[in-house]
């Protein structure tokens, strides 16, 4: 399958999810998951249990995180990774095929040391954005190595979703820094098709939008 290359700037026609202007919901989204999570972490009347999933409601939405490695997590002036998943559903069809195969993707975690936590949130258009965050680049490999991870985005993204975009980036200073994310490439697929479409963006080589996520 042929993967196509998009500017920093550049626009699909006929595929408004490629839009550059996305960058900045997104990273707003990612922002928030990380807020999240370092509240919880932060909060002592919260026990956070490793590999325990908190779930809670902001706006009568649905928002979770899981810790993984809580010491990893919070090194200081460490930077850390992170994989921050955003679809566009078929809101019409039943999604729970899909959570179950994420709720057994999630309790694979315990297998790949590398990642560190897991986190949810419901948008207000009624999809969800995920943000994994691992220690270093090649622990997202290892996982993406796992049967079931593979099963679901081969299997079941193109059943549920219409299209995909899956930033990956790193976190300057861990969560004990700014609480910054910085999204260095973006990887695009169409499922609207028989025949899947996919690009990916390159952020690091200059030109790229303002993908600030208070711009």
Known sequence: MTQRILGPQQVVRGRPFTKPSLYRADTRAL???LHDLKCLIDADRIPVVPFTAIEWEVNGLSRRSMVCDLA??????????FVGFFGERHLDRSMEP????NAELVLEFRNYPGILSYSSMELYDGNWANLVIH??????????SSERHAEAAERLSPQFYQSVRIHNGTIPGGLSGGGDVVIQTTKYWDYRKSRVWQAVRDLTAGNAPDIHANA
């Open 31 to 33: 922002t928030y998951m």
């Open 98 to 101: 899909l959570e179950s195969a």
């Open 72 to 81: 990893t997590l919070t090194g200081r002036h460490k930077e850390l990774c």
């Open 135 to 144: 220690d270093v680049p090649k622990a997202r490999e290892y996982w993406r």
